[in-house]
Nanobody, 125 residues
Framework: QVPLVESGGGLAQAGDSVRLTCLTTDAKFSTYLMAWFRRVPGTERECVAAISRGGSATYVADSLKGRITISRDNAKKSVMLQLDSLRPEDAGDYYC??????????????????WGPGTQVTVSS
């Protein structure tokens, strides 16, 4: 088991930024591909961003390019997601996910092995 805990969600105004953090105590964190998923009520969980083990390569959903940044700090065993210029449609539950299997590209929920409980982001207009 890889324990993952997200934080940083809450109520934000449209146009603001939100910064989410996912922490783990797992000593092998630096060997995991990490990602953030979002689930909006009534839809499937979608990958909004992913980051390689060393942090040099990232994936960002096309719909969010220019507004989203994913980063990681392997020394602190954490992965962060910043979403700028918030819109009401950004509201949802955001989940941190870890892929412990080998492989360098993943963006489907099935590609990931462990999940955090999620943190909710609410955006008021």
């Amino acid at each position: 088991q890889v324990p993952l805990v997200e934080s940083g969600g809450g109520l934000a105004q449209a146009g603001d930024s939100v910064r989410l953090t996912c922490l783990t105590t797992d000593a092998k964190f630096s060997t995991y591909l990490m990602a953030w998923f979002r689930r909006v009520p009534g839809t499937e969980r979608e990958c909004v961003a992913a980051i390689s083990r060393g942090g040099s390569a990232t994936y960002v959903a096309d719909s969010l390019k220019g507004r989203i940044t994913i980063s990681r700090d392997n020394a602190k065993k954490s992965v962060m997601l910043q979403l700028d210029s918030l819109r009401p449609e950004d509201a949802g539950d955001y989940y941190c996910a870890a892929r412990v299997r080998s492989g360098s590209y993943a963006s489907s929920p099935d590609d990931f092995d462990y999940w955090g409980p999620g943190t909710q982001v609410t955006v008021s207009s």
